[in-house]
């Protein structure tokens, strides 16, 4: 048993453990981090982006931000190499125009709801966050861009929901921590079958998260699976770059996160079936 469960489970016992020195060492680093973290924020959004926070790069080139970020990093979305390996695929809904509906679960401040909401005129999008401050950051970040009466913005995604709104033209964004190791699951939700959708895949956290969803969906998706890459591979130039150092230029792009993180894009063989140009023929390294 994992000593957050320990802590929940004996009365008593997380005050008492908030209470060890080595706790409140932790803890006052971890907040000295976070504070560090914020000042540089600051001071960047001023020396590399002159405080406009409009995104200058990637499939959101052009949306307009706000200045900070809610469990992520905020430079690498106004700058626009966020989740680099991802943007081909961002790319391919856009211009698929297949979804008229979107399910974002772990919206966060919105980057994805609000940005496919501001890329397709016609779409709506469902988005969910158990932490209020992402739900507060969704909506303003929607209003900002004129898409709030597309937004939606709620707490808990659940089963119900992907059997009231799912088929084949809703995608399900989904990105929570390990949580959609129990979330995405057909048996509890069988219109998941009938839905694209697109995963961050946490097995640096949970083992096997990428395997049971193979399992769950390979007789009725179409998978593709990237493993994210230590640096960004497309070039994110600014006005002025070359007056910041190769540290600051580095930093700018840098999301923080494990090494290794899968990136899944499942779409329902179904919708593949009578038209296969829609399958993505990926191109082959070194033909040579």
Same mark, same amino acid.
């Given at each position: ?29 971890? @907040? ?6 914020? $000042? ?17 790069? &990637?499939?959101? !080139? ?9 469990? #992520?990093?905020?430079?690498?979305? /106004? ?11 961002? @790319?391919? /809904?856009?211009? #698929? ?8 679960? &772990?919206?966060? $401040?919105?980057?994805?709801? *609000?940005?496919?909401?501001?890329? %397709?005129?016609?779409?709506? *999008? %469902?988005?969910?966050? /158990?932490?209020?401050?992402?739900? @507060? ?22 089963? @119900?929901?992907?059997?009231?709104? &799912? ?21 509890? !939700? ?13 097995? *640096? ?20 699976? *990237? ?24 930093? %700018? ?6 090494? &290794? ?16 140009? #829609?399958? /993505? ?8």
């Amino acid at each position: 048993m994992s000593i957050r469960s320990l802590l929940g489970k004996i009365p008593g016992l997380r005050a008492a453990y908030h209470s060890l020195p080595s706790f409140k060492t932790e803890a006052l680093r971890r @907040e000295q981090e976070r504070q560090a973290h914020i $000042e540089y924020d600051k001071r960047m959004l001023q020396d590399a982006f002159h405080n406009d926070l409009t995104v200058r790069h &990637g499939p959101f !080139a052009g949306m307009r931000y706000l200045p900070d970020a809610s469990g #992520s990093q905020v430079l690498p979305k /106004i700058l626009g190499s966020y989740e680099e390996p991802m943007h081909p695929w961002i @790319e391919e /809904i856009v211009l #698929s125009k297949t979804y008229d509906l979107i399910l974002d679960v &772990g919206c966060a $401040e919105g980057y994805y709801a *609000v940005g496919f909401a501001w890329r %397709l005129p016609h779409l709506r *999008v %469902l988005a969910f966050d /158990i932490d209020p401050a992402a739900r @507060e950051r969704t909506r303003q970040l929607a209003k900002l861009n004129q898409v709030e009466d597309r937004v939606s913005v709620g707490s808990e995604c659940s089963f @119900e929901q992907f059997q009231q709104f &799912g088929g084949p033209t809703t995608l399900i964004f989904c990105d929570i921590e390990g949580a959609e190791d129990v979330l995405l699951d057909p048996l509890k !939700a069988p219109r998941l079958k009938e839905c694209g959708i697109l995963v961050e895949a946490h097995d *640096v956290f949970f083992d096997g998260i990428s395997d049971r969803i193979f399992d769950r969906f390979a007789q009725s998706h179409y998978i593709r699976m *990237v493993i994210d890459y230590p640096v960004r591979l497309s070039r994110y130039d600014l006005p002025d770059s070359d007056q910041l150092t190769s540290e600051d230029r580095a930093r %700018l792009a840098n999301e923080f996160r494990p090494s &290794g993180m899968r990136f899944l894009f499942l779409k329902p063989l179904s919708s593949l079936a009578h038209n296969s140009d #829609s399958i /993505i023929r990926e191109p082959l390294l070194d033909e040579g």
